[in-house]
Structure formats: C-alpha cells, structure tokens
C-alpha cells in the first residue's frame, strides 16, 4: 500500500512526520496479528513530483498554520494530484489541505470538510463543493478530507480502518491514546460571523444583533431599521452572512451561552435567559442542534469540574494542632 504524504511549503511538520510514524506503528501491529497489509510511506516535496509517477494508493495534504500556499496551490501539484486520481490514488487531506484538493475541481459537486474556521473562506473560494463542516472524517471513497488541525490524527485511523482492518484501527488508537469512536466538529465550533463583506446595511444589522441578541430581536424591526423592505433585507442579509437572520441570532445567543459555560457557574436556566431565551427547553433545543452536545454535556466535555477547582488545599498541620490533639481523651 503506497501512501505519499505531500510535505508542501508551511504544511504542518508534526503531522508530515506523525502521519508516518503513525502508519509505521500501523505496521507493526499488522506484523504482530500476521496480516500481509503493510503501508509504504513516503514523504514528497514538490520537487520531487515529477521524478514520482508511479501510482500511490493514498495521497495525504497535511494541514498548514502559516503562509498561503493552500489558497494558491502550484499547477504542478494540482496536475501530479488529478494524474494520480485518474489512476485510481485516493486522495486525502487534513484541515487547509482540502483547499488544494478543491483548486484541482475534483471536489466540484463532492462532499468535503474542512476546518470550521476557515468554512467562509473555502465556501468563497469553492462554492460548487458541498461543505459538510459538522463532520471530522468526510469518506467520499476516492476523496477524504479531514476537518480541524489535529484530525491527521482521525484521517490516519481512517486509512488504517480502510486498508487494514477496524481492530488494527482501534488498537492503534488504544496505543496512542486516541478517541476512536464517533465526534463531530460542531463540538469544538465558535460562531465567527462573516464581517469581510462590503454590504454596509447588513454590517450595521449585524452590529445592532450583536449588540442586542438577549432582546426579541423582529426581522421586520431589522429591515426597517436598515431601511431596506424585509424581502430585500432577506435576501441581502443571507448572502452577506450565509445564514438567514434568526439563525444567525440563534447563533450568536448559542455562543454566547457556550462563553457563559465555560466562563462560569451559573445555572443553564440564568444562562438561558441572559442570551435571550424565554423559555430554557428552547434554549437546549438550539443548543443541541447547533452544537451536537447538551449544555449540561458541553460542561462536561470542556469545562474543569467545579469541585476540583474549588478543593481547597490541605492546611498545613501546626505543632499546636498537634498537641492539642494528643491531649484530646481516648
């Protein structure tokens, strides 16, 4: 099993080299349980590509934290990339890699995920690719993109599942201490609201929700605040901020709750009301359905215990604590 992973420039070096200790690992344990699958891992600079045509089974785009080159990836690459697709390589990616897989067009009308902060940027650049940002593994069988920073991690478990077996996958997972088992990206989301746009009405809009998204917030109170008429202002707010204008309040007020969890130890009944919520099962119904967790499971995912936080530390024991309890009757 040929597997190369793209060493692009500014494609994050820790998974460059993880991804291949990783598969390395992969193959000890299929040597241990006697199965014939071992993974070839070669890693390959762009210089290289055109001195490597023989067919990779699998093609890995790392992340990328600095620079741009995913957002103007060299015809070199994407040439090597739709070449080795069309012999049947798959091609995969974590984070910002997908950006350089969809500049090829092969993601055109696919489905694809990417890192939620840079969801406006792709859906801008690509607007024919059908973004699943929710998702940490996308599985589109010749294509696999991988979501957040660290979800290398998750892609290679997925091709260990794929080309070796799921108890391969899982005891690697086991080895590295990795969670093998279902998530979704909106667990780890923050609403960023787009406000790169040049709609001036609807930044002004945007501004007054920010400002004010614990009050019953009207469309038509918004429309006519941005002198627009409310079918205007509905069409020109979704395609300023991507999402219709109660949702986007349902969004920022749901950001905010997460702060409030994070930062505090109110109750979710005050924290309900303080964003806005009338009523707190409206509350945890959009709470879920945004975030995929329960407020009360939010908590307990990214949030220290309270009780650990506040045990107070030991007092020191004094010579005096000490007499006095030898003086105290059997």
Same mark, same amino acid.
């Given at each position: 099993m040929k597997i190369a992973i793209i060493d692009y420039p500014d494609a994050l070096k820790s998974a460059?080299?993880?991804?291949?200790?990783?598969?390395?690992?992969?193959?000890?344990?299929?040597?241990?349980?006697?199965?014939?699958q *071992?993974?070839?891992?070669?890693?390959?600079?762009?210089?290289?590509?055109?001195?490597?045509?023989?067919?990779?089974?699998?093609i890995i785009l790392p992340p990328s934290i600095v620079g741009d080159f995913y957002l103007k990836p060299s015809?070199?690459?994407? /040439?090597?990339?739709?070449?080795? $697709?069309?012999?049947?390589?798959?091609? +995969? !990616?974590?984070?910002?890699?997908?950006?350089?897989?969809?500049?090829?067009?092969?993601? &055109?009308? *696919?489905?694809?995920?990417? $890192?939620?902060?840079?969801v406006n940027d792709f859906s801008d650049l690509y607007p024919d690719v059908k973004l699943t940002p929710n998702?940490?593994?996308? /599985? &589109?069988? &010749?294509?696999? =993109?991988?979501?957040?920073?660290?979800?290398?991690?998750d892609l290679g478990l997925e091709l260990v599942a794929k080309f070796s077996n799921h108890a391969?996958?899982?005891?690697?997972?086991?080895?590295?201490?990795?969670? =093998?088992?279902?998530?979704?990206q909106r667990f780890y989301q923050q609403f960023s609201p787009r406000l790169n746009h040049t709609d001036e009405a609807i930044l002004g809009c945007q501004q007054t929700i920010q400002r004010d998204y614990a009050s019953q917030l009207k469309v038509s109170e918004l429309a006519s605040a941005s002198n627009? =008429?409310?079918?205007?202002?509905?069409?020109?707010?979704?395609?300023? =901020?991507? $999402?219709?204008? /109660?949702?986007?309040?349902?969004?920022? *007020?749901?950001?905010?709750? +997460? &702060?409030?969890?994070?930062? !505090?130890?109110k109750t979710?009944?005050?924290?309900?009301?303080?964003v806005g919520y009338e009523d707190v099962s409206s509350c945890r119904r959009n709470f879920v359905r945004i975030t995929g967790l329960s407020p009360s499971a939010f908590k307990q995912r990214f949030v220290a215990s309270?009780?650990?936080a506040k045990k107070p530390k030991p007092k020191a024991k004094t010579k005096a604590d000490s007499n006095e309890i030898e003086a105290k009757p059997a």
């Open positions: 460059v080299y993880g991804l291949e200790e990783m598969l390395n690992l992969a193959n000890q344990l299929c040597a241990e349980h006697e199965l014939e *071992r993974f070839e891992v070669s890693i390959l600079r762009l210089d290289a590509l055109a001195k490597t045509q023989l067919k990779q089974q699998a015809a070199a690459l994407q /040439n090597w990339l739709r070449q080795q $697709h069309q012999q049947g390589g798959i091609l +995969c !990616s974590a984070c910002a890699g997908s950006f350089i897989i969809a500049a090829t067009g092969l993601l &055109d009308k *696919r489905e694809a995920t990417t $890192h939620w902060g840079l998702k940490i593994i996308c /599985n &589109d069988g &010749d294509i696999i =993109t991988a979501a957040g920073m660290m979800s290398w991690l391969i996958m899982r005891q690697l997972g086991k080895i590295l201490v990795i969670d =093998t088992g279902q998530r979704e627009l =008429t409310e079918r205007t202002f509905l069409r020109r707010f979704s395609k300023a =901020t991507g $999402h219709k204008p /109660n949702e986007y309040i349902q969004r920022i *007020r749901i950001q905010k709750a +997460c &702060d409030l969890l994070e930062s !505090s130890q979710v009944e005050l924290i309900a009301s303080e309270s009780k650990a």
